[in-house]
């Protein structure tokens, strides 16, 4: 009798996992943060991605590969098949909205549209929207983010990819994006327009050479942090 009391709780449990499943599966994928801790491995990185690596570029005190191509709303794009790429946030963006503990990812299937919404992210409270930096079809969401989607943050080029997409016609749509010595000055320009604006909203968020202090997002005011959000990652 005890042996088919405990069969017939693991399939309760099998059942209501499914049925979990198939319910996130029509409303999009919804992650929050469980685990804090992030170890990277670039073996991981390649295995999870298909793709080796990036190298380190620092830019304007921001890093920026060159292996990537980059959308002026601060989201990327690499190819890594002809018509395959992963898409995820540039180190510009997750500095302005600060450690994520939460996204909301379109489900496989969906299709998206270069600078329409692509993702939203969710940290202390507030939410932001991403662009999406190419046209393309849902075909994979980073099953690593369902466990610890502060990967985003952690490791923006690397592990903290967000989805894979299929693009009908991936050399039109990457030859839209920025890379080379065009990303370099964008980045540059980003930084300053950035410095700019924090001095007009709140210069205590500044340092003496005029650079953003560490986590200066979690210092502005929800009206101040939705006005950088909205004007510098295009949303």
Avoid: C
Avoid at 163 to 189: C, F, P, V, Y
Avoid at 219 to 224: A, N, Q, T, V
């Amino acid at each position: 009798m005890s042996v088919m009391l405990v069969v017939a709780v693991f399939v309760v449990f099998i059942l209501a996992d499914y049925l979990v499943g198939q319910y996130r599966g029509r409303r999009g994928v919804v992650v929050r943060e469980r685990n804090p801790f992030v170890v990277t491995e670039p073996a991981a990185t390649a295995a999870l991605t298909g793709a080796p690596p990036v190298e380190p570029v620092w830019v304007a005190g921001y890093q920026l590969p060159e292996e990537l191509s980059y959308h002026k709303g601060h989201t990327w794009a690499r190819a890594i098949g002809p018509d395959t790429v992963l898409i995820g946030v540039d180190d510009f963006a997750r500095k302005l909205i600060g450690p994520i503990r939460a996204l909301k990812i379109p489900k496989v299937g969906s299709w998206l549209r270069q600078g329409g919404k692509g993702f939203a992210v969710q940290v202390n409270g507030r939410g932001a929207e991403l662009v999406a930096p190419i046209d393309g079809e849902v075909i994979e969401i980073n099953p690593a983010l369902v466990r610890q989607p502060s990967l985003v943050s952690d490791d923006p080029y690397g592990r903290g990819w967000v989805m894979r997409l299929r693009a009908t016609d991936l050399g039109r749509t990457m030859q839209n994006l920025l890379s080379g010595s065009l990303a370099h000055k964008w980045m540059e320009d980003s930084r300053e327009r950035l410095q700019m604006q924090l001095m007009a909203l709140s210069g205590s968020v500044l340092q003496d050479g005029g650079e953003p202090v560490a986590d200066f997002a979690r210092d502005l005011e929800d009206d101040d942090w939705q006005q950088l959000i909205h004007e510098l990652l295009l949303t």
